[in-house]
């Protein structure tokens, strides 16, 4: 066992056993050598959930369905929404709003990927993993849902941000995983965001999405609207 995890107090390292038996159960990882790993990696999940914390006053949520029920409940008009999407894969969150907004029919949403799979190598996964060779999910999208199919730095463009002039919420949820594209979008994005803009970040653990979120809050004042160990919603003020 690391050091870091025999330095936790017994309060600590007992939440972190029992989170660590949920995700050992779900995946299916039976050997004790991996028990380790995903202790590790969950205190460095806990480090990063109490520095948000510290900053904020919020629940923490299990599961990031939770977060975005929360950033939905936290919307007044739920008629009026602009969703863009930064990395779709195989499509679960936008299934999961386009559920939620079915009866919505002034929603607009934007999908950005381009069902390659990964650029690069990420985390522990080769480049092309996600591979959907180039073909969007197989959703019935309403007439303004739409999926934009190629790179974010190319379909995210001047040209592109006609299409931000609405005035309903606005929600950017950051799912590309890799720094590079990611911080392609935020950079076109800080100088443009207003008011109760929602921004989602899905991998809040990895430290190029942390940086963006401290980043924008050196710039934009905001609250935290719901988080997961992994990932977080905020408003913009």
């Known amino acids: 066992m690391s050091a870091e995890i025999k330095r936790l107090d017994s309060n600590k390292v007992h939440i972190l056993k029992r989170l660590a ?4 159960f779900r995946i299916g990882l039976f050997a004790p050598e991996f028990l380790e790993t995903i ?9 990063l959930s109490n520095e948000l914390r510290g900053k904020f006053s919020v629940k923490v949520r299990v599961r990031r369905e939770r977060v ?18 930064f990395g779709v894969a195989d499509g679960y969150a936008t299934s999961w709003w386009l559920k939620q907004l ?3 029919s002034d929603s607009r949403y934007f999908g950005f990927d381009t069902f390659k799979g990964l650029e690069t190598n990420w985390r522990k996964l080769e480049s092309g993993t996600f591979n959907k060779n180039g073909l ?10 739409k999926f934009v199919i190629g ?17 309903g919420v606005r929600i950017f949820m950051f799912d590309l995983d890799l720094a590079e594209p990611s911080k392609y979008v935020f950079d076109k994005i800080i100088n443009r965001l207003r008011k109760n803009d929602i921004l989602y970040f899905d991998e809040l653990k990895d430290e ?3 940086q963006l979120l401290i980043e ?6 905001c609250n935290l609207i719901s988080t997961t160990f992994t990932n977080a919603a905020f408003r913009i003020l």
């Open 39 to 47: 202790l590790r990696d969950l205190w460095e999940v806990t480090r």
């Open 68 to 85: 975005w029920k929360d950033m939905l409940n936290s919307i007044e008009n739920q008629n009026n929404i602009l969703i863009l999407e």
């Open 102 to 104: 079915s009866c919505s």
């Open 208 to 210: 190029s999405e942390f």
């Open 216 to 221: 924008l809050m050196r710039v934009r004042k």
């Open 151 to 167: 790179d974010v730095r190319q379909e995210f463009d001047d040209k592109f941000m006609k299409n931000l002039d609405f005035d």
């Open 136 to 145: 969007p999910p197989d959703l019935k999208l309403p007439k303004n849902w």
């Open 21 to 24: 038996g949920i995700i050992w």
